[in-house]
């Protein structure tokens, strides 16, 4: 799956992008912040994570930027399944982009896929302490469901403190039907 934004493009992540996305996430703020990336992070892991299967119905995307040249990849983001069932929502931006908008429209362009997919809802959650991540979520519309909880994350090598958030898809699709 492929989506393009205004200045992005986010496709799947390819055997030769292993050198770019190990350059783009080798940062420990980073992977700190994510679940299941390990710390420190090497080519061996970017290697690792491109050639797991993705899930045929769910996109897992690397963000790249377009420029007057070749792509420049800036970050990843994708919707996997939960053990619950949930489908969640994740990101992450190279620290040299932070605060250029990039998540958030990554984020859209994520919520449109989900739509298309006819999702009901789609979860995320962000540590307390990144509360930048959780400003991006909120632009996109997701709420606060007053709950936090921990979770496990590689790069921390333990437990922290997450919030949980939702955005419902099925209540706008059904108003917009009416």
């Known amino acids: 799956m492929f989506a393009r934004t205004t200045r992005l493009l986010l496709r799947p992540g390819w055997a030769e992008d292993a050198t770019a996305l190990a350059t783009a996430i080798a940062d420990e703020r980073i992977v700190r912040n994510l679940a299941t990336a390990p710390w420190p992070y090497g080519l061996d892991d970017a290697r690792s994570f491109l050639a797991r299967a993705p899930d045929p119905c769910l996109p897992r995307m690397l963000m790249f930027e377009r420029t007057a040249g070749a792509p420049r990849l800036v970050g990843s983001c994708g919707l996997q399944a939960r053990e619950s069932g949930a489908v969640e929502m994740g990101y992450w931006v190279a620290r040299a982009d932070w605060n250029r908008g990039f998540a958030t429209e990554a984020g859209a362009a994520l ?53 949980l958030m939702t955005l419902q898809l099925g209540a706008e699709e059904e108003a917009l039907a009416a």
């Open 111 to 163: 919520i449109d896929i989900a739509r298309t997919l006819r999702l009901a809802r789609i979860e995320a959650a962000h540590f307390v302490d990144n509360p930048a991540s959780g400003r991006v979520l909120e632009k996109l519309g997701f709420a606060d469901v007053g709950v936090t909880a921990t979770r496990y994350s590689c790069g921390r090598g333990g437990e922290a403190v997450v919030r």
